[in-house]
Nanobody, 123 residues
Framework: QVQLVESGGGLVQAGGSLRLSCAAR????????MAWFRRAPGKERDFVAV???????YYADSVKGRFTISRDNTKNTVYLQMNILKPEDTAVYYC?????????????????WGQGTQVTVSS
């Protein structure tokens, strides 16, 4: 079992920044690909970014150049630095963990999910 706890969401104005954190408890963190997904109101859950267990990273086109995913295996934590936020980034953001998942851009690849953290970007 892997337990994931997100934090760092909140309300920010367009153009601002937020950093999300996801702390993992359980199995060997370094063997897990860690991803962020988001669900906007009335929409499906979409892929945002992933840091693979082999340290490759991938981003959705909508966030490339603005968001950065990183991980600290010594702290069992993955981060999502979000810059130049836009109102369309408003969503509940979910952290996900999958054992040796690659490339990890599909939600069905993940077994473990956090409870989500709300990000609201005002215009």
């Amino acid at each position: 079992q892997v337990q994931l706890v997100e934090s760092g969401g909140g309300l920010v104005q367009a153009g601002g920044s937020l950093r999300l954190s996801c702390a993992a408890r359980g199995r060997t963190f370094s063997s897990y690909s860690m991803a962020w997904f988001r669900r906007a109101p009335g929409k499906e859950r979409d892929f945002v970014a992933v840091t693979e267990w082999r340290d490759n990273t991938y981003y959705a086109d909508s966030v490339k150049g603005r968001f950065t995913i990183s991980r600290d295996n010594t702290k069992n934590t993955v981060y999502l630095q979000m810059n130049i936020l836009k109102p369309e980034d408003t969503a509940v953001y979910y952290c996900a963990a999958g054992y040796k998942v690659s490339p990890g851009t599909l939600s069905g690849e993940y077994v473990y999910w956090g409870q989500g953290t709300q990000v609201t970007v005002s215009s």
